[in-house]
């Protein structure tokens, strides 16, 4: 069972020629509303890789709330664990130009809300897997992961959006979490918070430094250049599967839903690492954090495509 303890939020799109620079208006035809945050991204993402999932967090009284309650259910997620806040429904306003970078803005709205009460004891299963980002309040993420490693949970953090490093940060992390998920921008935060400095050394030397100042088990992805992620005693490499990226949204997302979906149906390491890169590769190739999340059967047939899994020397 795969618990996602997180944010939910309605995402507004906005296909534009260009990113805007501070102070510029850039005009675009149209826009799209499309179900995301990230909560709501890695459990679909999830759940369409085979996971069966459950999704704790809160939607707003409202018709946007009403929608993404609708979208879990389409998914084969139940809606059931979902709260009601007082506060909207969580937004994001998403550019994406047209080499597929996107800048996005997000009012949090009803994911301030999300306590880690929300989640009760009975779903925390010992070698389940209980999943958290960092788009809702950082003290309820820490709570309800200690809550679930007691438990006998694998527990997982995609730490995005990065927070400001601190030594309160370092010490939650090596409290609370087995499995942490890092883009290169999150790693090189994390590395100075511990008082390294990530300009000087390369990313296999930074992964497994986290892994080892952390106590985890750090996955670092590397965008257009694959992923790295050491458990302390092996080091892996993973290529990308050649794509035609159209937007890069959601793209993370899709990687740390199907590593987990992997990871909870038993695959060892390197083959769920592989198993995620062939659907977040998969996921830049259509518009939305979702709409373009690939289904299992899809991710089966383009993993062939796939370079092997490299072991490295650790660092």
């Given at each position: 069972?795969?618990?996602?303890?997180?944010?939910?939020?309605?995402?507004?799109?906005?296909?534009?020629?260009?990113?805007?620079?501070?102070?510029?208006?850039?005009?675009?035809?149209?826009?799209?509303?499309?179900?995301?945050?990230?909560?709501?991204?890695?459990?679909?993402?999830?759940?369409?890789?085979?996971?069966?999932?459950?999704?704790?967090?809160r939607v707003g009284p409202d018709g946007f709330g009403e929608a993404?309650?609708?979208?879990?259910?389409?998914?084969?997620?139940?809606?059931?664990?979902?709260?009601?806040?007082?506060?909207?429904?969580?937004?994001?306003?998403?550019?994406?130009?047209?080499?597929?970078?996107?800048?996005?803005?997000?009012?949090?709205?009803?994911?301030?809300?999300?306590?880690?009460?929300?989640?009760?004891?009975?779903?925390?299963?010992?070698?389940?897997?209980?999943?958290?980002?960092?788009?809702?309040?950082?003290?309820?993420?820490?709570?309800?992961?200690?809550?679930?490693?007691?438990?006998?949970?694998?527990?997982?953090?995609?730490?995005?959006?990065?927070?400001?490093?601190?030594?309160?940060?370092?010490?939650?992390?090596?409290?609370?979490?087995?499995?942490?998920?890092?883009?290169?921008?999150?790693?090189?935060?994390?590395?100075?918070?511990?008082?390294?400095?990530?300009?000087?050394?390369?990313?296999?030397?930074?992964?497994?430094?986290?892994?080892?100042?952390?106590?985890?088990?750090?996955?670092?992805?590397?965008?257009?250049?694959?992923?790295?992620?050491?458990?302390?005693?092996?080091?892996?490499?993973?290529?990308?599967?050649?794509?035609?990226?159209?937007?890069?949204?959601?793209?993370?997302?899709?990687?740390?839903?199907?590593?987990?979906?992997?990871?909870?149906?038993?695959?060892?390491?390197?083959?769920?690492?592989?198993?995620?890169?062939?659907?977040?590769?998969?996921?830049?190739?259509?518009?939305?954090?979702?709409?373009?999340?690939?289904?299992?059967?899809?991710?089966?047939?383009?993993?062939?495509?796939?370079?092997?899994?490299?072991?490295?020397?650790?660092?």
């Amino acid at each position: 069972m795969i618990v996602v303890f997180g944010s939910l939020n309605m995402d507004l799109v906005m296909a534009v020629p260009a990113l805007p620079r501070p102070g510029e208006t850039v005009l675009c035809p149209s826009y799209r509303v499309l179900p995301g945050g990230k909560g709501n991204n890695q459990a679909v993402a999830a759940a369409r890789a085979g996971g069966a999932v459950r999704l704790f967090g809160r939607v707003g009284p409202d018709g946007f709330g009403e929608a993404l309650r609708g979208n879990l259910v389409a998914n084969g997620i139940a809606d059931g664990d979902l709260r009601t806040a007082e506060a909207p429904t969580g937004c994001a306003a998403i550019t994406v130009d047209p080499h597929g970078e996107n800048a996005i803005a997000v009012a949090s709205g009803a994911n301030l809300e999300v306590r880690a009460t929300d989640v009760p004891d009975t779903v925390l299963i010992p070698g389940g897997h209980l999943v958290t980002q960092m788009e809702v309040p950082a003290e309820e993420n820490w709570a309800v992961l200690r809550r679930a490693k007691a438990a006998g949970m694998h527990t997982v953090l995609n730490l995005a959006p990065a927070p400001i490093p601190t030594p309160a940060l370092t010490a939650a992390l090596r409290e609370t979490v087995d499995i942490l998920v890092v883009n290169e921008l999150e790693a090189a935060a994390l590395a100075c918070g511990l008082d390294e400095d990530p300009a000087s050394v390369d990313a296999a030397t930074l992964c497994c430094r986290l892994t080892d100042a952390l106590r985890v088990v750090c996955v670092m992805t590397l965008g257009g250049r694959g992923v790295l992620a050491c458990d302390g005693d092996r080091l892996w490499s993973v290529g990308t599967l050649p794509v035609t990226v159209v937007d890069t949204t959601g793209a993370g997302d899709t990687f740390t839903g199907a590593l987990v979906a992997a990871l909870d149906a038993g695959e060892p390491l390197p083959l769920a690492l592989s198993w995620a890169a062939t659907a977040a590769a998969l996921a830049c190739c259509g518009h939305g954090a979702q709409d373009s999340m690939p289904h299992a059967s899809q991710i089966r047939t383009f993993q062939a495509n796939m370079p092997p899994v490299s072991k490295l020397p650790v660092e």
